[in-house]
Antibody, heavy 121, light 110 residues
Framework: EEQLVESGGGLVQPGRSLRLSCAAS????????MHWVRQAPGKGLEWVSG????????GYADSVKGRFTISRDNAKNSLFLQMNSLKTEDMALYYC??????????????WGQGTLVTVSS | QSALTQPASVSGSPGQSITISCTGT?????????VSWYQHHPGKAPKLMIY???KRPSGVSDRFSGSKSGNTASLTISGLQAEDEADYYC??????????FGGGTKLTVL
């Protein structure tokens, strides 16, 4: 059974950086595009970023473009999100999600449980 | 990247059918073959219910169906059951090669 386990969340001050990781198992990782989706407290889901199977295509929400960088290591079945210049509005539960197919065009067919990022001074 | 528009809440009695709408623009829902719907029970991971506008993943009940007309996609749940009570989100791939979600709809089974 496929499994996605996020880690790296925590409390960070505004302006600082944090790196999230997602460990994948139970499926062929490099057959799939991967994404980060977040949910702020009391709010809905927001797509953050996506990356194709070979890292050839990446995409970012306008709200994080220029501050966040998505990457993956297929040899280690891992997805990452480097978050710089964090703002209070970045505070959310961050989900790792598997894409259907190898691009970032299809829906998200498997999700982790999320890792919580708190941005506060 | 404006969020897609969903009703904040819908409700129905067990056995009834409900439809949740998701309105976007020609740059997302109207121009995309990649519209998805997710069921989210609080505290759990979201679950894919519909992908590519109308397709249902294996294991998802055939009580769930998706459709699209113009810039509006819809999720219909027939034969409502208590366990269907959850938040539902639509999402669409956009012409900017990004994804956008709807604001979410809280389904209450009366």
């Amino acid at each position: 059974e496929e499994q996605l386990v996020e880690s790296g969340g925590g409390l960070v001050q505004p302006g600082r950086s944090l790196r999230l990781s997602c460990a994948a198992s139970g499926f062929t990782f490099d057959d799939h595009g991967m994404h980060w989706v977040r949910q702020a407290p009391g709010k809905g889901l927001e797509w953050v970023s996506g990356i194709s199977w070979n890292s050839g295509t990446t995409g970012y929400a306008d709200s994080v473009k220029g501050r966040f960088t998505i990457s993956r290591d297929n040899a280690k079945n891992s997805l990452f999100l480097q978050m710089n210049s964090l703002k209070t509005e970045d505070m959310a539960l961050y989900y790792c999600a598997r894409g259907r197919g190898d691009s970032i065009r299809r829906g998200f067919d498997s999700w982790g449980q999320g890792t919580l990022v708190t941005v506060s001074s | 990247q404006s969020a897609l528009t969903q009703p904040a809440s819908v409700s129905g009695s067990p056995g009834q059918s409900i439809t949740i709408s998701c309105t976007g623009t020609s740059s997302d829902v109207g121009g995309s073959n990649y519209v998805s719907w997710y069921q989210h029970h609080p505290g759990k991971a979201p679950k894919l219910m519909i992908y590519d506008v109308t397709k249902r993943p294996s294991g998802v009940s055939d009580r769930f169906s998706g459709s699209k007309s113009g810039n509006t996609a819809s999720l219909t749940i027939s034969g409502l059951q208590a366990e269907d009570e959850a938040d539902y989100y639509c999402s669409s791939y956009t012409s900017s090669s990004t994804w956008v979600f709807g604001g979410g709809t809280k389904l209450t089974v009366l």
